[in-house]
């Protein structure tokens, strides 16, 4: 007896541990829609949830009719005192019916899913697009804005490094006014064109509110992924990848401001590394994708 309670002790000791461990490590706290989806607060957000709410009723409405049949069959064809048993071999036509129409939903699911991904996520961003750089590493993240110019500038992957994380090219002269920040600040309704690069090895750009997950691996310069975000507020990025012991606190704040909250910040940013004091900055608001 004595060793039981001193197994249940050491188990209880060994789960308190734990939880109190789980109080550093959360990520960004929900305050709704706590049972459900984060809040959509992107354009084409709409189209990816309804995509989830289908496959979620399909699947539902399908695990019912399921789980019904089942305790009916149960029920029916219980073990009864004077009932014997009997074998049946199957029908082969029900069994290409209930196999080919999964397949086909799950096809038909893969087809839309992909054509719908492709046009949210990886469609020619607008040209009036504000253009930010993330450089992600173990275990942080890191932006880049275009300077005074209003131009982001070339980068490649074999230019990423301890002294240029963003893998600017060096011999371009638009990525030399450019500035970093450690929170990504971007402007409602404004076209964002996001340009991933890696350190070290891989991370996730995952911001659920935004609907958007992309792997960002080292030696590649990922800049198909844009958005427009559509709601004032803060928001979190985290990494979605296993990526190190700090991976747990890898992420970063968000913020989405109105359009001349943004410009007055992106002035004030721009003008530390002006090159010419005095020279007029290009507004981020007229500028075009490079």
Request: charged residues 15%; proline residues 6%.
């Amino acid at each position: 007896m004595s060793f039981w309670r001193s197994t249940f002790a050491r188990c209880g000791l060994v789960l308190a541990v734990f939880l109190a461990g789980l109080g550093t490590c959360w990520a960004d706290p929900r305050t709704s829609n706590l049972w459900w989806m984060p809040e959509n607060a992107v354009q084409g957000g709409v189209y990816i949830d309804q995509l989830i709410y289908f496959i979620l009723f399909l699947t539902g409405g399908v695990f019912v009719i399921t789980q019904i049949v089942y305790i009916f069959f149960i029920v029916k064809y219980r073990a009864r005192k004077g009932v014997p048993a009997t074998y049946t071999h199957g029908n082969n036509r029900l069994e290409i019916i209930w196999t080919a129409i999964p397949t086909a939903i799950f096809i038909g699911l893969w087809g839309y899913s992909n054509h719908l991904w492709w046009d949210v996520l990886h469609s020619t961003p607008p040209a009036n697009s504000l253009q930010v750089g993330v450089a992600a590493y173990q275990f942080g993240f890191s932006f880049q804005y275009p300077g005074a110019d209003g131009k982001l500038g070339k980068a490649e992957a074999s230019f990423v490094s301890n002294d240029n994380m963003f893998g600017n090219d060096p011999s371009d002269p638009d990525a030399k006014d450019n500035f970093s920040s450690s929170v990504l600040e971007i402007p409602v309704n404004r076209p964002v064109h996001i340009r991933l690069d890696s350190k070290d090895v891989i991370h996730g750009f995952y911001i659920p509110q935004f609907r958007i997950y992309q792997d960002i691996v080292p030696g590649r310069m990922i800049d198909w992924v844009w958005f427009t975000p559509t709601k004032i507020g803060k928001f979190q990025l985290a990494c979605s990848q296993l990526c190190g012991s700090g991976h747990y606190n890898m992420k970063a704040d968000i913020e989405v401001v109105s359009e001349a909250d943004f410009e007055k910040w992106y002035q004030e940013k721009a003008k530390a590394v002006q090159p010419q004091p005095g020279a007029k900055l290009t507004s981020v608001t007229e500028t075009k994708d490079q």
